[in-house]
């Protein structure tokens, strides 16, 4: 794991111990509003795109409650320029939405 502090934030990057790539990012938060808050963002599905590893699942979650997932049909390789992604995200219950 790989920490930094900040105040009272603080993100860890947590690493997969055989292929050293990053499993979740928690970032905790001092929210002026909520009060102290994690965000977590959960790393999936990891692809060779060109010469760059890609996670291809995110699955972002507030203090432990699931808040948004992604999975990517296609990426680019970097080293040639952006290029936006196709996602699919949720959305309501059941139904998945394409997003440029």
Not at 8 to 33: F, G, H, V
Not at 77 to 100: L, Y
């Amino acid at each position: 794991m790989l920490s930094y502090k900040d105040g009272a934030d603080e993100l860890r990057i947590y690493l997969d111990a055989k292929t050293s790539l990053p499993t979740q990012t928690d970032i905790l938060d001092d929210d002026p509003l909520e009060g102290d808050t994690s965000y977590l963002l959960r790393y999936g599905d990891w692809r060779k795109v060109g010469a760059v590893m890609t996670p291809f699942s995110l699955r972002y979650e507030i203090n432990g409650r699931p808040f948004q997932e992604e999975q990517r049909l296609h990426a680019s390789d970097p080293r040639r320029g952006a290029r936006r992604e196709k996602v699919i995200q949720p959305m309501e219950k059941d139904g998945f939405i394409e997003v440029d």
